[in-house]
C-alpha cells in the first residue's frame, strides 16, 4: 500500500481521502496509464488482488457513504427533509435575474437583514395585516448581479432543538448554543455581521418547508419588481376540529359553554407552502442557487473532523449532529472556512473543472432503480419450490450481468476446475476494478487535473471512490458466484457442468436479497428509496412531515412568541392526532389530499 501511496504523490500532493484510506487500513487505488486497453488488461490480471478482494468490507467509521449522499442531495427538499441535521456548508451565487419575495404587514422596504422566499407562496403566508380590511404587503425584488451566498444543508431552518441549525451555530458562535434555537433575530444579525469580516457575503440559504435567503442588504445587489398592496394570507379563519371522542365519550353535541379552538389561518395557504416545497423534492432540486461544490466544507469529512467520528459511534443517521465537536475541531473549522473564502478571491484557485454534482447524480441514476428491483426479483423465490427458485435467480442474475456489461472483460472467466464453495472469486477482480474506477480514472491519472483539485474535490473524490468500490463489490461478487454455480447463460462464462456442491436454491436466493437490502441500507439513498407505498392517489401527493407539521410538536426550551407560536400551535391543526405517533423523530412519508378538501398529516 504505502507503494501505491508514493506512486500517486509522485503525481501530486496526497489527497486527503488518501490519507484516510492509509489511517483506515484501505488499500489506495494504483493506477497505470496505458496506450492501449491491450496493455492495461494484463496488468490488472497480475496486480495483487489485496486491493479488490471481494472480503474487505468498508471500515465501520467509513463516512464516504455519508459524504455522497449528503452531497448528492443538496438543495433537495426530502432528503434534507429527511436528514434535517445538516452537515455540509457550500458557498454559492443566486443568479441575475432571479426573483426573490418577502411577506410583511408593512408598506416600507426592510431596512434590516431579513428572510426571503425563492417562491411567492411562502412569502405570501407571512403577508398579514394589522388591521382589519388594511390588506398585507407584499415585496418582489431581483437580483442585478450575482449574489454571494452560504448554503447551510438539512432542514436548517427548522426552529427546533436536536441539530438543525448545528452548523450555523458554528459558524456564529463556535459552539453549539440550543437556548438560541429561537432568537431568529439575533442569528440572522450575528450571521451577516460574520459574512461582513469577509466583504462577500450576501446572504444565507436555509431550509425548512421551502428554501429561503436570510438577505443581508435589501439595497445591495437587488432592485424591486414590484410591492403591491395585497388581500391579507389570513384575511379568513379556520377551527381545530373536535377531538375525536374517547372510548367512554357521549355522542352528543358538545357543550355549548365550552371554550371555543382557537381561531386558525386559512389551511389552503399553509399548503401551498408545502406544495411548492414538494416541487424541488428530487434532483435537481432548487436550481435557482448555484453552489460551488469545490469549496464545499463536509461534517462527515474523517480528517476535518476526528472528533465528530467519536461522537457518532453507535449512533444511527437521525441522531448524527455536531455538539460533540472539539475545540480544536472547531479551529480547523474556522481555518479551512477561511482558506474557503480566500480561493474563492483567489482566480488561481479556480478549482478542477469537474462537474461534480453531475458525477454523484450519474452513479446514483446509473444504479439506484436496478439495484431496488433486484430484491423484488429475488422476493419471488420465497414462494415458489427448489425447481422454480433457479429460473427467478437466473433472472436475478441476467439482470446484474446487464448492469456490469460495460466492465466484464472477455478474458475474465471462471476456472474450469478447482473451484470449490467459497471460492474467493479472484478470476472476477478485473470486472471489479473497471466497475470501481472507470468514472473517477481520469480524475486521478491526470497530472494536470490532480495538481488543480481543491481540498474538497480531493474529499467529493474520496467518496465517490468508496461508495462505487462497495456497490461493485457486491454487485460482481454475486455475478460471480452466479456464474461459478452455472446461472449465466453465456457459453465462454458458464462451466462444462454446473457444480452440484454450490447451492442453487432458496439459499442462495436469500443470501444475495440480503446481500443486496445491505448494501441499499448503507447507502441510504433516501430521495430514491423513501418514498409512499403504494404510491398515492391522483388527489393526493407524498408527504414527509417536516417542522413544524408533526403530529406532535418536538421538544422546545420556551413558548415561542408572536408568529412562531401561532406555528406551533397550527402544527397540531390534525384531524385527531396520535399522543404516541412521534413523526419528528423518524419522518416516514405518507399520503396526503392535494385536492380540497386538503390536509396536512
Not at 24 to 48: C, D, H, I, W, Y
Not at 353 to 377: C, H, K, M, Q, S
Not at 486 to 513: C, F, I, M, Y
Amino acid at each position: 500500500m504505502r507503494a501505491g501511496l508514493a506512486a500517486v504523490g509522485a503525481l501530486c500532493i496526497l489527497p486527503s481521502f488518501l490519507v484516510e484510506a492509509q489511517q483506515l487500513g484501505q488499500a489506495a487505488f494504483k493506477f497505470t496509464t496505458p496506450e492501449s486497453l491491450e496493455n492495461l488488461v494484463p496488468s490488472m490480471q497480475t496486480r495483487s488482488q489485496l486491493e479488490w478482494s471481494f472480503t474487505e468490507e468498508p471500515p465501520k467509521n467509513s463516512t464516504s457513504h455519508l459524504i455522497f449522499d449528503n452531497v448528492r442531495s443538496l438543495l433537495q427538499h426530502w432528503p434534507n427533509t429527511r436528514y434535517r441535521n445538516g452537515h455540509t456548508i457550500v458557498p454559492g451565487t443566486i443568479p441575475v435575474g432571479t426573483l426573490l419575495y418577502h411577506g410583511t404587514s408593512k408598506a416600507e422596504i426592510p431596512k434590516v437583514p431579513e428572510w426571503t422566499a425563492t417562491d411567492p407562496e411562502h412569502s405570501y403566508l407571512f403577508c398579514r395585516s394589522v388591521a382589519q380590511d388594511s390588506g398585507c404587503w407584499h415585496l418582489t425584488l431581483v437580483a442585478t448581479r450575482p449574489l454571494k451566498v452560504l448554503y447551510f444543508d438539512g432542514s436548517s431552518a427548522a426552529k427546533m432543538l436536536g441539530g438543525p441549525m448545528d452548523t450555523q451555530d458554528l459558524v456564529v458562535w463556535g459552539k453549539v448554543v440550543p437556548e438560541n434555537t429561537f432568537d431568529e433575530r439575533r442569528r440572522i444579525a450575528e450571521l451577516c455581521r460574520w459574512g461582513k469580516q469577509y466583504g462577500l457575503m450576501d446572504g444565507f440559504v436555509s431550509v425548512k418547508l421551502v428554501a429561503e435567503i436570510m438577505l443581508c442588504d435589501f439595497s445591495a445587489g437587488v432592485q424591486t419588481v414590484s410591492f403591491l398592496n395585497l388581500a391579507s394570507a389570513d384575511s379568513g379563519t379556520v377551527r381545530r376540529p373536535p377531538p375525536k371522542p374517547g372510548p367512554s365519550a357521549s355522542p352528543a353535541s358538545p357543550d355549548p359553554q365550552a371554550p371555543r379552538a382557537p381561531k386558525r389561518w386559512p389551511l389552503t395557504p399553509l399548503f401551498r407552502v408545502v406544495e411548492s416545497g414538494s416541487w424541488h423534492n428530487h434532483y435537481p432540486g432548487e436550481t435557482r442557487i448555484q453552489l460551488d461544490y469545490s469549496r464545499l466544507i463536509s461534517f462527515y469529512d474523517p480528517l476535518l473532523f476526528p472528533s465528530l467520528q467519536i461522537a457518532r459511534e453507535g449512533q444511527g443517521r437521525l441522531d448524527h449532529r455536531l455538539d460533540g465537536i472539539s475545540a480544536n475541531d472547531v479551529q480547523a473549522f474556522r481555518a479551512r472556512v477561511g482558506d474557503m473564502f480566500a480561493e474563492t478571491d483567489n482566480p488561481a484557485a479556480s478549482g478542477s473543472g469537474v462537474d461534480w454534482r453531475t458525477l454523484f447524480n450519474t452513479v446514483t441514476d446509473r444504479y439506484a432503480e436496478r439495484l431496488e428491483l433486484l430484491p423484488y426479483i429475488l422476493n419471488a423465490t420465497a414462494t415458489t419450490s427448489e425447481a422454480d427458485a433457479e429460473p427467478k435467480l437466473k433472472q436475478a442474475h441476467r439482470h446484474i450481468t446487464r448492469m456490469l456489461a460495460p466492465y466484464v472483460l472477455h478474458s475474465s472467466v471462471p476456472p474450469k476446475t478447482g473451484l470449490e464453495t467459497g471460492s474467493n472469486h479472484s478470476w472476477a477482480a478485473p470486472v471489479f476494478e473497471f466497475c470501481a474506477t472507470t468514472h473517477t480514472r481520469y480524475i486521478e491519472t491526470s497530472k494536470i487535473l490532480a495538481s488543480k483539485l481543491m481540498p474538497s474535490e480531493n474529499t467529493l473524490l474520496g467518496a465517490v471512490k468508496g461508495v462505487e468500490k462497495e456497490i461493485c463489490r457486491i454487485l460482481v461478487s454475486t455475478w460471480a458466484e452466479g456464474v461459478e454455480v452455472g446461472l449465466t447463460e453465456s457459453e465462454s462464462l458458464n462451466l462444462h457442468s454446473k457444480n452440484k456442491n454450490l447451492p442453487v436454491s432458496h439459499d442462495l436466493a436469500q443470501k444475495w436479497r440480503e446481500r443486496i437490502e445491505d448494501l441499499m441500507k448503507w447507502l441510504d439513498w433516501s430521495s430514491y428509496w423513501l418514498r409512499c407505498r403504494p404510491e398515492c392517489s391522483y388527489e393526493e401527493m407524498c408527504y414527509l412531515p417536516t417542522w413544524p407539521f408533526f403530529s406532535n410538536p418536538p421538544p422546545r426550551p420556551r413558548r415561542p412568541t408572536t408568529f412562531l407560536r401561532w406555528v406551533w400551535e397550527v402544527g397540531n391543526f390534525l384531524d385527531g392526532e396520535d399522543p404516541e405517533e412521534n413523526d419528528w423523530k423518524d419522518p416516514q412519508p405518507k399520503c396526503v389530499r392535494r385536492v380540497e378538501p386538503l390536509e396536512f398529516i
